[in-house]
């Protein structure tokens, strides 16, 4: 700007420092918006394990969660159960005569 601009023009060229300031920090303010709601959208999951294994004719769960499942209740019923729980059955892993369940759900919030 020169000694010769006008003082409409120095006013203009003002507000435009201005104007471009406020582009700026609200540019600086939707970044920091967008990095929060990706954070907040990140889903955090609990897991479950089950060794499950089969005696005659029945499937019992034997182990969950590196916990012994002793007098745990029949498969059918611990699987229904575990859906009612929120569990979702994720994969499944045969080793000799063992299956390996693995579940997840939403964790709950903190």
Known sequence: MSEQDSPSERAD????RFLDGLDERRDELAEE???RQSQRDVP?????VWLVYRVG???RIERID???APGSP???EAFVRAGEEGWELVAVTERDSYHTLFFKRPKAED
């Open 74 to 76: 029949p498969f059918p």
């Open 33 to 35: 918006q967008r990095s």
């Open 44 to 48: 955090k999951w609990e897991h479950m």
């Open 57 to 59: 004719q029945e499937d």
């Open 66 to 68: 590196s916990r012994t």
């Open 13 to 16: 060229a003002s507000v435009n």
